[in-house]
């Protein structure tokens, strides 16, 4: 069954209405050359344009020939003492690893497990999502966790491996020793990417099959990531309180 794009692009807004857009994701890194002309046709009816990461900020400006503003994901307008009205603690009685797997990838296993031997042995908790196998036995499988419930589980966590934009970005919201890993079929992790190098973690980055030695990372600074977070937030809501004036 095919489906429209048309929506995406609010084309249901009357003609006298402004059509704006807050951190949009073109999800790949390069738009095929046959959609151009549909993708310039329609946004060159906004008023205003703003993506959520770098790439996105130059496939438009392959596009149109001017830059959209890099605004932040909407998830991080809130800060960690926002999260945490809206998110019950989750009651697990001992310190963990937190895995969320957005795509199925041995590495984020294999990550965890050498964490939990560099610290005294911490449980591994892994947010399925029905994603992925069972790793092992003594891994805690969590497959019905409700938004407020997912959001606990990142504030509780000891540390956190994921595949995931935004199991980054609730990682890094909550101040946790962050191991962002991408796999060797995710063809685009410019989102992540250009995450971390907002706030300065690049170095956080782990490649599948890179043997990286997680335990040579230095710990973070989260004074400096958040006062980076704070500037940037800034200029989010200013960017949409301007064009919403």
């Known amino acids: 069954m095919n489906s429209s794009i048309d929506p995406y692009f ?5 003609a006298d209405k402004p059509r704006v857009s807050y951190a949009s994701s073109f999800g790949v890194s390069t738009l095929p050359e046959h959609t151009k002309p549909v993708y310039r046709e329609r946004l060159k009816h906004f008023k205003a344009l703003s993506v959520r990461e770098e790439q996105g900020v130059r496939v438009i400006q392959d596009l149109l020939g001017k830059s959209p503003e ?15 009205q809206v998110a019950p603690q989750v009651a697990l009685a001992d ?9 199925p990838c041995d590495a984020l296993a294999d990550v965890a497990q050498r964490l939990m031997s560099q610290t005294q042995g911490l449980r591994i908790v892994r947010i399925r999502g029905g994603v992925g ?15 407020s419930e997912f959001v606990s589980l990142f504030q509780g966590a000891s540390a956190v491996v994921t595949n995931s934009f935004h199991g980054t970005a609730f990682a890094i919201n909550f101040k946790k020793p962050v191991y962002p890993v991408i796999p060797s079929r995710m063809h685009n992790a410019s989102r992540i990417e250009s995450l971390l190098d907002l706030v300065g973690l690049s170095d956080r980055l782990i490649y599948e099959q890179s043997n990286m030695d997680v335990a040579q990372l230095k710990k973070i600074d989260y004074d400096n990531v958040t006062e980076r977070l704070e500037c940037e937030r800034s200029k989010s809501v200013n960017y949409l309180e301007l064009v919403c004036s």
């Open 10 to 14: 609010l084309t249901f807004v009357p």
């Open 70 to 84: 890099h605004v932040l994901d909407p998830t991080l307008l809130l800060n960690e003492n926002d999260w945490v």
């Open 95 to 103: 310190p963990y690893i937190l895995i969320y797997e957005l795509m």
């Open 133 to 147: 196998i069972k790793l092992r036995p003594d891994v805690w499988e969590i497959n019905d966790a409700g938004p």
